[in-house]
Antibody
């Protein structure tokens, strides 16, 4: 069964950094883009970034440029999203979501989602 | 950025009745070279991650009941639930993946009347 297993909830102080991990299982993780999407409490979905695990290429929403970094480990078994200089309005659930096959362009729907990681900044 | 809007913000429908949600993009998400609309619909129930319902605007994801349908092209799209069931209570989002950033609509909350 395919799934994305995310790390546990975090509580951080303002100006700190947080790193959320996402571990795919049930499919070959190098084969698909990974996206990061966040959702503030009671709010909608906000796309943040993607990474191509095959090439290491990344793309970030301009809103988060300079504060967010998405990576994959060298064995490409785990993806991570690090957000720095946290503010109270970064309090949100952060999701990883699977996108296109890595050999293609990233323009694809998200067919598999993690259960989310709550990051509280306080 | 491509701005996605949805209407209504929320709607209450009686069980067994039709629910219709509209989604509009600020520019066309139809890619002419393959004639595909880069538009997806997701359903999110409380405490759960989003679930993919439709991609390419009208392609139903495996396992999605056929009372759900997706339609539209270019800039105007629609999600229809032909006969609302109790388990359909959720927030529904459209998303364009035509161009980065892959923006979502603000969501439409569907409730039982």
């Amino acid at each position: 069964q395919m799934q994305l297993v995310q790390s546990g909830a975090e509580v951080k102080k303002p100006e700190a950094s947080v790193k959320v991990s996402c571990k795919p299982s049930g499919y070959t993780s190098i084969d698909y883009y990974m996206h990061w999407v966040r959702q503030a409490p009671g709010q909608g979905l906000e796309w943040m970034a993607w990474i191509n695990p095959n090439t290491g290429a990344t793309d970030y929403a301009q809103k988060f440029q300079g504060r967010v970094t998405v990576t994959r480990d060298t064995s490409i078994t785990t993806f991570s999203m690090e957000l720095s200089n946290l503010r109270s309005d970064d309090t949100a659930v952060y999701y990883c979501a699977r996108g296109a096959v890595a050999a293609a362009r990233p323009n694809w729907h998200f067919d598999l989602w993690g259960r989310g990681t709550l990051v509280t900044v306080s | 950025d491509i701005v996605m809007t949805q209407s209504p913000d929320s709607l209450a429908v009686s069980l067994g009745e039709r629910a219709t949600i509209d989604c509009k993009s600020s520019q066309s998400v139809l890619f002419s070279s393959n004639n595909r609309d880069y538009l997806a619909w997701y359903q999110q129930k409380p405490g759960q991650p989003p679930k993919l319902l439709f991609y390419w605007a009208s392609m139903r994801e495996s396992g999605v009941p056929d009372r759900f349908s997706g339609s539209g092209s270019g800039t105007d799209f629609r999600l229809t639930i032909s006969s609302l069931q109790a388990e359909d209570v959720a927030v529904y989002y459209c998303q364009q993946y035509y161009r980065s950033p892959f923006t979502f609509g603000p969501g439409t909350r569907v409730e039982i009347k």
